[in-house]
């Protein structure tokens, strides 16, 4: 029976089916944290080494669950830690909420000791933020905060002054119109059916398109049959934003891959030549890698209507779930017969496989990034779940590890930021006890958060971090390069050794140099019974190149060597060997 306002929000949590929430304790929260306590049977704590890498987890949890995340910090300092990965799930659209403390209720705006007033904090990365005014008050706002979060795909904030959180329920006074028993934690998730008229108009121009790509997004995650049904009835072809990246497996004969910067080829030139586009479930946020506005028509399916139109001119908008979207176009378009466009870029998909494993199976000294990921991709069991992060690392991601169907893969898509790869995986390892579990990470991502390794020592999770150590902030440094034609600056990091850092943490640690020894110990890492590193030690010189190099990226190259970039006549013997047929 709840005894206290705190006691009421772990009910409400239990009610909603929360079993797990991320955090650290602190004085700004103790009522809360006594309430977990008491409800430890119900609710794990699990303790993190940093704010924010408590809301990285959450967010990963949403995105490996589809459940609601939970986060919790205490007042002040601790709040503003969760920041970062409260604006991650914002803008990856995850539900998240995040609980925390503030100062005695009457002691806050009077500059007292860590007086952050939270809720004003938090306005911009809410879409759900709420000040707790006493034990009456808390069923009705974590009800509606678990709710809203769920509903829209979004983060929501409450926050209670240290003394309300220990508030008892007799001592609260009621108003007449907040009556008992009339809050509920139901929720009914949306699968609305698009319109018949913009459906009509969908299949028209799907039915008159010769040329037709499918740009399949995180909305498209959980459907991966309907788009291969779909573009095996268009001829068409798949290709993948980032967040996107299983929801077609990689052997599928109609994928080829991702799209962007951190893109493949024949992905780029399928939006080249394309005549019609379906963006299914994605807003990719880089327009340049669209087709031209005016090449080709336009057919967009979005949970969300204000997405409808968001990157690229649409004629017809499909607001609903996106399987179900699907599977209504499926059943109504006509077969086409003509499948020049895709034999096409199955070719070229071929040719792209092959000058990925090229880079992939190079023996050069210092070993090549794509090496690491190219051997790794081959030992992920179908059930892996993988947890990229920002960077260079990104890239190899993207392209040299190939998603199988029965996988999960994510990183922080729109925020792009670094440090989420461990949380996620940990959170991930947590919801998914028997699945093989990869954070794969740079040297610049992983020292950011790396304490948390002890996290996944303390709760015994078996994650893999998989490290490709150039010590560098390596994209920072192509971006000044290639970009911007400016020298490489304050980029260069100073060396960790980061498998002595596992065994600090009480893992196990390896260290990569050699290529020709890579598989064996990736193998020997796999099959370790606790958490462990990899320091993979790689070429701080090979750049992600993109699917096709522009003019003015090449001039911009050129510029930055001449301008006195550190090793420039070794970055440039890099780059240029045998890289003829990434250059236009």
Same mark, same amino acid.
């Given at each position: 029976?709840?005894?206290?306002?705190?006691?009421?929000?772990?009910?409400?949590?239990?009610?909603?089916?929360?079993?797990?929430?991320?955090?650290?304790?602190?004085?700004?929260?103790?009522?809360?944290?006594?309430?977990?306590?008491?409800?430890?049977?119900?609710?794990?704590?699990?303790?993190?080494?940093?704010?924010?890498?408590?809301?990285?987890?959450?967010?990963?949890?949403?995105?490996?669950?589809?459940?609601?995340?939970?986060?919790?910090?205490?007042?002040?300092?601790?709040?503003?830690?969760?920041?970062?990965?409260?604006?991650?799930?914002?803008?990856?659209?995850?539900?998240?909420?995040?609980?925390?403390?503030?100062?005695?209720?009457?002691?806050?705006?009077?500059?007292?000791?860590?007086?952050?007033?939270?809720?004003?904090?938090?306005?911009?990365?809410?879409?759900?933020?709420?000040?707790?005014?006493?034990?009456?008050?808390?069923?009705?706002?974590?009800?509606?905060?678990?709710?809203?979060?769920?509903?829209?795909?979004?983060?929501?904030?409450?926050?209670?002054?240290?003394?309300?959180?220990?508030?008892?329920?007799?001592?609260?006074?009621?108003?007449?119109?907040?009556?008992?028993?009339?809050?509920?934690?139901?929720?009914?998730?949306?699968?609305?059916?698009?319109?018949?008229?913009?459906?009509?108009?969908?299949?028209?121009?799907?039915?008159?398109?010769?040329?037709?790509?499918?740009?399949?997004?995180?909305?498209?995650?959980?459907?991966?049959?309907?788009?291969?049904?779909?573009?095996?009835?268009?001829?068409?072809?798949?290709?993948?934003?980032?967040?996107?990246?299983?929801?077609?497996?990689?052997?599928?004969?109609?994928?080829?891959?991702?799209?962007?910067?951190?893109?493949?080829?024949?992905?780029?030139?399928?939006?080249?030549?394309?005549?019609?586009?379906?963006?299914?479930?994605?807003?990719?946020?880089?327009?340049?890698?669209?087709?031209?506005?005016?090449?080709?028509?336009?057919?967009?399916?979005?949970?969300?209507?204000?997405?409808?139109?968001?990157?690229?001119?649409?004629?017809?908008?499909?607001?609903?779930?996106?399987?179900?979207?699907?599977?209504?176009?499926?059943?109504?378009?006509?077969?086409?017969?003509?499948?020049?466009?895709?034999?096409?870029?199955?070719?070229?998909?071929?040719?792209?496989?092959?000058?990925?494993?090229?880079?992939?199976?190079?023996?050069?000294?210092?070993?090549?990034?794509?090496?690491?990921?190219?051997?790794?991709?081959?030992?992920?069991?179908?059930?892996?779940?993988?947890?990229?992060?920002?960077?260079?690392?990104?890239?190899?991601?993207?392209?040299?590890?190939?998603?199988?169907?029965?996988?999960?893969?994510?990183?922080? $898509?729109?925020?792009? #930021?670094?440090?989420?790869?461990?949380?996620?995986?940990?959170? !991930?390892? +947590? *919801? @998914? &006890? %028997?699945?093989?579990?990869?954070?794969?990470?740079?040297?610049?991502?992983?020292?950011?958060?790396?304490?948390?390794?002890?996290?996944?020592?303390?709760?015994?999770?078996?994650?893999?971090?998989?490290?490709?150590?150039?010590?560098?902030?390596?994209?920072?440094?192509?971006?000044?390069?290639?970009?911007?034609?400016?020298?490489?600056?304050?980029?260069?990091?100073?060396?960790?050794?980061?498998?002595?850092?596992?065994?600090?943490?009480?893992?196990? $640690?390896?260290?990569? #140099?050699?290529?020709?020894?890579?598989?064996?110990?990736?193998? !020997?890492? +796999? *099959? @370790? &019974? %606790?958490?462990?590193?990899?320091?993979?030690?790689?070429?701080?010189?090979?750049?992600?190149?993109?699917?096709?190099?522009?003019?003015?990226?090449?001039?911009?190259?050129?510029?930055?060597?001449?301008?006195?970039?550190?090793?420039?006549?070794?970055?440039?013997?890099?780059?240029?060997?045998?890289?003829?047929?990434?250059?236009?």
């Amino acid at each position: 029976m709840a005894s206290t306002a705190s006691d009421i929000l772990v009910d409400v949590l239990v009610d909603w089916g929360v079993d797990t929430i991320f955090g650290m304790p602190g004085d700004g929260i103790n009522g809360i944290v006594e309430a977990l306590r008491r409800r430890q049977d119900e609710i794990r704590f699990i303790q993190v080494r940093h704010e924010e890498a408590a809301a990285f987890a959450a967010c990963g949890y949403a995105k490996f669950t589809g459940r609601l995340g939970v986060c919790i910090a205490t007042s002040g300092p601790g709040g503003l830690h969760l920041l970062n990965g409260l604006y991650d799930a914002k803008l990856d659209h995850q539900p998240v909420l995040a609980i925390t403390g503030l100062q005695y209720h009457d002691l806050v705006g009077t500059y007292t000791q860590q007086d952050v007033e939270l809720d004003k904090v938090f306005q911009d990365v809410a879409l759900y933020n709420q000040r707790i005014m006493g034990a009456a008050h808390v069923r009705n706002i974590a009800n509606l905060a678990c709710r809203t979060a769920l509903a829209h795909r979004g983060v929501s904030h409450i926050t209670i002054p240290v003394d309300l959180q220990e508030q008892g329920i007799g001592a609260d006074m009621r108003a007449p119109r907040n009556v008992k028993g009339h809050n509920t934690a139901l929720f009914a998730p949306q699968l609305p059916v698009p319109s018949e008229a913009q459906t009509r108009r969908a299949v028209e121009i799907l039915d008159a398109g010769k040329r037709v790509v499918i740009l399949a997004g995180q909305g498209a995650l959980r459907a991966t049959d309907q788009l291969e049904r779909l573009a095996d009835k268009l001829g068409a072809v798949i290709v993948k934003a980032l967040l996107g990246k299983a929801a077609v497996p990689d052997d599928s004969p109609f994928t080829t891959g991702q799209v962007g910067l951190l893109g493949t080829a024949p992905s780029q030139e399928a939006l080249e030549t394309c005549d019609t586009l379906l963006i299914a479930g994605s807003t990719f946020p880089y327009i340049e890698y669209y087709p031209k506005p005016g090449q080709a028509r336009a057919i967009q399916i979005d949970i969300d209507a204000a997405r409808i139109g968001l990157r690229y001119p649409v004629e017809a908008g499909l607001v609903g779930d996106c399987g179900l979207a699907l599977d209504i176009l499926t059943e109504r378009v006509r077969r086409h017969e003509d499948r020049s466009f895709l034999k096409t870029a199955q070719a070229g998909k071929a040719e792209w496989m092959k000058l990925m494993e090229e880079r992939g199976t190079r023996p050069d000294l210092p070993m090549k990034p794509q090496v690491v990921a190219w051997e790794l991709g081959k030992r992920l069991s179908d059930t892996a779940i993988v947890a990229c992060d920002s960077g260079t690392i990104a890239t190899w991601w993207a392209r040299q590890i190939p998603a199988r169907r029965g996988q999960m893969h994510s990183l922080s $898509g729109n925020l792009a #930021t670094m440090a989420p790869g461990v949380p996620y995986a940990i959170a !991930a390892q +947590l *919801a @998914h &006890p %028997g699945r093989q579990v990869i954070a794969y990470v740079g040297d610049g991502g992983f020292s950011m958060l790396m304490a948390d390794f002890a996290t996944a020592v303390k709760y015994k999770l078996p994650i893999k971090v998989i490290i490709n150590n150039n010590n560098s902030l390596g994209q920072i440094k192509w971006e000044q390069i290639a970009m911007l034609g400016n020298p490489e600056y304050v980029c260069d990091l100073q060396p960790i050794d980061f498998a002595k850092v596992a065994e600090a943490c009480g893992g196990k $640690g390896f260290t990569v #140099t050699d290529p020709k020894d890579c598989g064996a110990i990736l193998d !020997a890492a +796999l *099959a @370790h &019974p %606790g958490p462990v590193v990899v320091d993979c030690l790689v070429d701080t010189n090979e750049p992600p190149m993109p699917p096709k190099v522009q003019a003015k990226q090449a001039l911009h190259f050129t510029e930055a060597l001449a301008r006195g970039t550190p090793d420039a006549l070794k970055i440039a013997a890099t780059v240029f060997k045998g890289r003829a047929r990434e250059v236009i």
